[in-house]
């Protein structure tokens, strides 16, 4: 590998519309800007598999230097991923998987594990005879299925605990409501609600606040994303009973990407820390968040101080150059 002064990342986000994934292009940006040979492209693809596929073909035309991609869906998008592998472009795959195994490394947490520790916390502290609503993510994203999956394997030894009824979500709170909100009218009240992020959660805690019914209901959710209408705030507003935290993974996708263009060699599959939230651990958290929050915006405001002083010299460069006729 000769080194080159300047590679090109191209990135293909399932969309940016929810604070979950301005978070991750946020983290991607801010890492970027620590390696001077490295420059970030974002494509959107606005939840429209279609544009996502034709997006990374942009990208593979372009000869990106790395390709980072989060998947809308695992196996429409799984193709093109093999097109990309086959024109020889390293490819890292983030947070939603793609079918089989043909990319360079995933990132991202065990969403299985993220379903297990949202049932063990029901074990842990439900009474007797328990009443579960599962409200899961869109269908053929994988941290759907394998949330579930996890959830259920582990709450099916549990013979006191019953999942009454699951509810398919899209990862968006209005695709929930009007289906919670019959199940309620029915007369069922469940004991807890376990939901596959925290925007659905809360879209849940909103139904049932409509019925009255906010404190029968314990809400669980994932992503606890730290800020002001984040999963952390929402449980220590006891608005969710408890998050399971989904790190996004943006810097470390980056970070991957870096020792790839070095030569170096990778783990195939990076996994994340994953952490339930709740009452007893929240403040932690929330005061962990605030301080690498502080860490964040002092290194975006030591850049800008930089990229001010790179700007100055530039310009003096070329007075002096102006003045001594070069
Ligand atoms: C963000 C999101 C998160 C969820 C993740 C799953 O778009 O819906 O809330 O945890 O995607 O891929």
Do not use: C
Not at 89 to 109: H, L, V, W
Not at 188 to 198: E, K, M, V
């Amino acid at each position: 590998n000769d080194k080159r002064e300047s590679y090109l990342i191209g990135f293909s986000q399932a969309m940016t519309t929810d604070n979950w994934r301005k978070e991750m292009n946020k983290s991607m940006l801010v890492e970027t800007s620590m390696h001077p040979d490295l420059k970030l492209e974002v494509k959107d693809a606005k939840n429209d598999v279609q544009r996502q596929i034709e997006q990374i073909d942009e990208f593979i035309s372009k000869g990106v230097d790395v390709l980072i991609v989060s998947p809308i869906q695992s196996v429409p998008i799984t193709p093109v991923i093999e097109k990309a592998m086959d024109s020889g472009i390293p490819t890292i795959i983030i947070d939603r998987k793609i079918e089989g195994r043909n990319f360079t490394a995933y990132i991202g947490a065990n969403s299985t594990e993220i379903g297990r520790n949202a049932a063990k916390y029901i074990i842990s502290h439900a009474q007797d005879s328990t009443k579960v609503i599962e409200i899961t993510g869109l269908q053929g994203s994988s941290p759907a299925y394998d949330r579930s999956a996890g959830f259920r394997q582990t709450l099916d030894s549990i013979a006191s605990i019953k999942i009454s009824h699951t509810i398919n979500g899209d990862w968006e709170k209005a695709s929930i409501k009007k289906t919670l909100n019959k199940l309620l009218l029915s007369g069922l009240t469940p004991d807890y609600i376990f939901a596959h992020n925290d925007r659905m959660a809360l879209g849940a805690w909103e139904v049932a606040k409509s019925k009255n019914l906010q404190d029968r209901i314990k809400i669980i959710g994932v992503d606890g994303l730290f800020g002001p209408s984040g999963g952390i705030q929402l449980v220590k507003d006891k608005v969710l009973d408890a998050t399971v935290l989904y790190p996004s993974g943006g810097a470390e996708a980056i970070k991957l990407a870096s020792l790839l263009l070095q030569g170096k060699n990778v783990n195939k599959n990076n996994i994340l820390n994953t952490v339930i939230i709740d009452s007893v651990n929240v403040d932690i958290m929330q005061n962990q968040f605030n301080k690498m929050n502080e860490q964040q915006n002092d290194i975006e405001q030591q850049q800008r101080v930089i990229e001010e002083q790179v700007a100055t010299y530039k310009s003096q460069r070329n007075l002096v150059k102006m003045m001594i006729g070069l």
